[in-house]
């Protein structure tokens, strides 16, 4: 790691107080916020059906922290460069913290709620606590780091999604179909649009003599994780664009 402990001891403060605020969260906010929003349809489920709720939007209120945050770093924070190489940058490792102590907390929840998430889920939070790590640690890449933090600003509207699904909300009323007009334009915009920035920057830090120079782990998380993000990506938005426009034909024929 590039920095001694003492030096990462506000990050390790800022990663428990993540996952203290997050069991919270879940805990207190997210019944709170689901009786708000959908009181009939929220009261109606079982006691055994709540959890995964609860979980969703926990993800949801982290998804618009850590992803708002992002946005303004690469707006506003023009010391974020696409090249750069090893450089500490604490605005976007705090928001990898906020992050990783999300991950942390999630992972706790779905050890005591299996029901949370099948295999794929508990290996794509196995993959999100190793990205929060390096990208808090590893003072490497701020700007691909920025990146894939900025991509959670699409999620919220997937954990909406999911918490429509679960509530057996009507698929037809309009609440569903303009959250899922919003999470294919977010979709497109953070995680596929991105994309193209995330490889050309990464190009030209490749021409440096310190991109050889790195620890295994970060060649793991900005290669291999940005291959295996960038096929998922666009697999994904394939399925989405399928379904938009099943949706639209549907919605013609009616």
């Not at 850590?66 to 190489?85: H, Q």
């Not at 999630?106 to 606590?129: C, E, F, K, N, R």
């Not at 179909?177 to 497109?188: H, P």
Request: with cysteine; charged share 10%; aromatic share 16%.
């Amino acid at each position: 790691m590039a920095l001694t402990l003492g030096m990462d001891i506000p990050y390790y403060a800022t990663v428990l107080g993540s996952l203290a605020a997050f069991l919270l969260t879940y805990r207190l906010l997210s019944p709170w916020i689901l009786h708000r929003l959908f009181p009939s349809y929220y009261t109606a489920q079982p006691d055994s059906a709540k959890p995964q709720l609860h979980e969703a939007t926990m993800a949801a209120c982290s998804s618009i922290v850590v992803g708002i945050w992002a946005c303004s770093v690469y707006f506003l924070n023009d010391n974020v460069k696409g090249n750069l190489i090893r450089y500490d940058a604490p605005s976007v490792r705090y928001n990898c913290a906020i992050f990783l102590g999300y991950a942390m907390a999630d992972s706790s929840l779905m050890a005591i709620y299996p029901q949370t998430g099948g295999l794929l889920y508990h290996i794509h939070h196995a993959v999100s606590l190793f990205v929060g790590y390096v990208g808090v640690f590893y003072s490497c890449f701020p700007y691909h780091t920025n990146i894939g933090m900025m991509m959670e600003l699409s999620s919220p509207f997937l954990n909406l999604r999911c918490i429509l699904n679960d509530l057996k909300y009507p698929t037809k009323s309009m609440s569903y179909f303009w959250n899922g007009a919003a999470f294919l334009l977010s979709f497109f915009l953070v995680r596929v649009v991105s994309m193209g920035g995330y490889w050309y920057n990464m190009s030209l830090a490749a021409r440096e003599d310190d991109f050889y120079q790195l620890q295994i782990p970060v060649y793991i998380c900005y290669l291999g994780g940005g291959v295996v993000f960038s096929l998922l990506n666009a697999y994904w938005f394939s399925l989405l664009c399928k379904e938009a426009y099943r949706v639209l034909i549907e919605k013609k024929a009616d």
